[in-house]
């Protein structure tokens, strides 16, 4: 019996995702072994979970992933804890299509209770209805207590304690309205500037936690069994260390699905490198360039040309490399920053991309090539600009409800490219991925 616990809410802000760090840091304070989820495809929230917990943070995507997986995961990484928590995504029942994807799916696959998040400002009793509504709405999702967020007072509370006895929802705390506990956003989501003082934030939101959330009763009503039918997973991982692979991981490039990474340290020798610092890739078999911020670093970037020629003459002498989104677009001719300025990058592709006038583009893509279907997500906030001779796309592009999409997968040479960040660490799913290594894709 350990406690799990998948923290949901009744609407995206609803403030889980503060809550989720503050207990993530709380429970590190008290020497607890926390393993940390997250519902969906983020992989900014999985970086502050990281940070909170001390421990990497794990996709669990109803989308990306087959059940078999998201099992084999959860058990995996939370088999040596003492608490997992997951924290979930937008509304607790919120999918791609209706329930699919959603925090929802998540909890009653692997039967995790449900502590619910609420927005309590402007309101007070009415709260009985909400979450008498989310409690019953669907039976396969147990529901075993609620936290509120942005509570005026102690008065206030005591509305919202009277609102949980009559919903019959365990009341187990709130956070108090304030100011200083609001994480600073960025476009493509909550911010990871290196200014922002993350460790100060953390231990505030933790300490908030501690003085007004019953936390010792959390992990009490959260305690269970993993369902039988999940059981420890064997590692049979084989490293052919003669297999070189080099990640790009920096300020610039830094949105990766922990399994992935773990998938690539399976598969050879892993070297990550920095194309904002170093002068050269390393000596690779295979070169992984992920999304990220390279808006935010533009000068930087263009400035480092031997880093860009690096890149340019391991392509262009048939080196293997993946490029997703921020990293797709370092691939182009130039980069056209918020401030109008056009700066050069590595010209591999016949092409460029702006961030001005950004427009975001979002969802779960299936992708059609060589009767392979690709996973992923795409998260953006730039465009490529329009070219005479545009590149074609060598894949088809489907949403989560298969409606055709313009998303692009491109290839040249060994190299393939796209907004899409793929996800290949599900073994049942990623005969693509292993068939691109190999050089049969």
């Known amino acids: 019996m350990k ?7 009744t609407s995206s802000g609803s403030g889980k995702t503060t809550f989720t760090l503050g207990l993530l840091r709380a429970l590190k304070n008290r020497s607890l072994q926390v393993q940390p989820y997250k519902c969906g495809p983020d992989y900014i929230d999985t970086q502050h979970h990281k940070m909170a917990a001390g421990c990497p943070s794990v996709n669990l995507d109803g989308f990306m992933m087959s059940d078999g997986h998201i099992k084999e995961l959860y058990t995996r990484y939370s088999f040596h804890a003492d608490v ?3 924290e979930g995504v937008m509304g607790l029942f919120d999918g791609s299509d209706r329930m699919k994807g959603s925090s929802a799916e998540i909890a009653h696959l692997l039967d995790i209770p449900v502590i619910l998040i609420v927005n ?3 309101t007070a009793y009415s709260a009985a209805a909400i979450l008498y509504g989310f409690k019953h709405f669907y039976k396969g999702v147990r529901i075993v207590g609620v936290i509120f967020n942005m509570v005026a007072s102690e008065g206030h509370y005591e509305y919202l304690k009277h609102a949980c006895e009559d919903a019959g929802v365990e009341a187990l705390g709130y956070l108090p309205k304030q100011s200083d506990v609001e994480i600073p956003s960025r476009h493509l989501g909550l911010t990871l500037d290196d200014n922002f003082c993350f460790e100060t934030f953390a231990d505030r939101i933790a300490n908030l936690v501690e003085d007004f959330v019953d936390i010792d009763r959390l992990l009490e009503i959260t305690a269970c069994s993993i369902p039988s039918e999940i059981t420890q997973a064997k590692d049979t991982s084989c490293t052919n260390k003669n297999f070189r692979i080099a990640i790009a991981k920096d300020a610039a490039f830094n949105f990766m699905y922990e399994e992935n990474l773990r998938f690539l340290h399976r598969m050879g020798t892993v070297t990550y490198f920095s194309p904002l610092k170093e002068t050269a890739i390393p000596k690779a078999d295979f070169v992984y ?13 263009s400035d480092n040309r031997s880093m860009l020629e690096s890149v340019k003459q391991y392509v262009e002498a048939g080196g293997k490399l993946l490029a997703e989104c921020g990293g797709m677009m370092y691939l182009g001719n130039e980069i056209t920053g918020t401030d109008g300025k056009p700066y050069p990058m590595a010209g591999i592709l016949n092409q460029s991309a702006t961030m001005e006038n950004m427009k975001l583009t979002l969802g779960y893509r299936t992708l059609i090539y060589d009767n392979y279907e690709l ?5 953006h906030y730039s465009r490529i600009l329009p070219q005479k001779n545009p590149i074609p796309s060598i894949a088809k592009a489907y949403t989560a409800k298969g409606r055709k999409i313009d998303t692009p ?3 040249y040479k060994n190299m393939l490219a796209g907004y899409t960040h793929l996800y290949w660490g599900d073994p049942s799913l990623n005969n693509w991925f292993i068939n691109f290594l190999k050089n049969k894709l």
């Open 120 to 122: 309590a400002k402007s």
């Open 289 to 301: 360039l992920p999304g990220g911020y390279p808006e935010l670093y533009l000068g930087q970037l």
């Open 375 to 379: 996973k992923g997500h795409e998260f």
């Open 3 to 9: 406690s799990h616990l998948l923290i949901g809410a």
């Open 84 to 86: 997992a928590v997951t």
């Open 409 to 411: 997968l491109y290839s």
